[in-house]
């Protein structure tokens, strides 16, 4: 299943959702039309399956061995976001380009959201910003989306926004703690 998986992945990334016949797919998936029908009996399943691959992939190549210092994950994640976009993508992200192919399919836009979701929550957590998850979001959100356009140039750009970003929860936890601090003794 895996290879069918990443074969068809490796299609829709490569020619989108609308052009790839189902022998296109089938080629991809390196099975016959039967054994892929058999696990994708339509093309919105081999869609679902493809991004479910790809979701796994980008997870565990964007977090997988990130440093322990938060600070140090914050860069390493930008710089591992930029990389995937580098090799796996030249068209931005592939959930959105799915969700645009298909906006009414529910399953679809679940999949996207449930996608967002994990890579936001995995952020935060990895990099000690969970206060600021939003903000941590747009500027991956805004790395993928300009990668087309900017290339290492949108990298280099998410790197000084997350680092500023950084810096302003460091200076509004500090200020946090003083605030929270009993009054000195006179």
């Not at 969970?130 to 990298?155: C, D, F, N």
């Not at 950084?166 to 000195?184: F, I, K, M, V, Y």
Request: hydrophobic share 40%.
């Amino acid at each position: 299943m895996t290879r069918i998986a990443a074969g068809l992945e490796g299609a829709f990334a490569r020619q989108g959702f609308a052009v790839p016949s189902v022998e296109d797919l089938r080629d991809a998936a390196g099975v016959s039309l039967r054994t892929l029908y058999k696990y994708a009996p339509s093309r919105d399943r081999m869609v679902r399956i493809a991004l479910e691959h790809r979701h796994r992939r980008y997870l565990d190549h964007v977090f997988t061995d990130l440093p322990a210092s938060h600070e140090a994950a914050l860069t390493a994640l930008i710089e591992r976001i930029g990389l995937w976009m580098e090799r796996e993508t030249s068209h931005g992200c592939l959930f959105h380009a799915a969700v645009a192919a298909n906006p009414d399919d529910k399953q679809l836009v679940a999949l996207l959201e449930r996608h967002k979701s994990d890579m936001a929550e995995r952020a935060a957590e990895a990099t000690g910003l969970a206060r600021r998850k939003t903000e941590l979001m747009l500027v991956i959100e805004g790395l993928t989306q300009s990668w087309p356009l900017y290339r290492e140039q949108a990298t280099a750009s998410a790197r000084t926004l997350v680092m500023a970003l950084w810096r302003l929860e460091q200076d509004t936890g500090s200020a946090e703690r003083q605030d929270a601090s009993p009054p000195p003794h006179m």
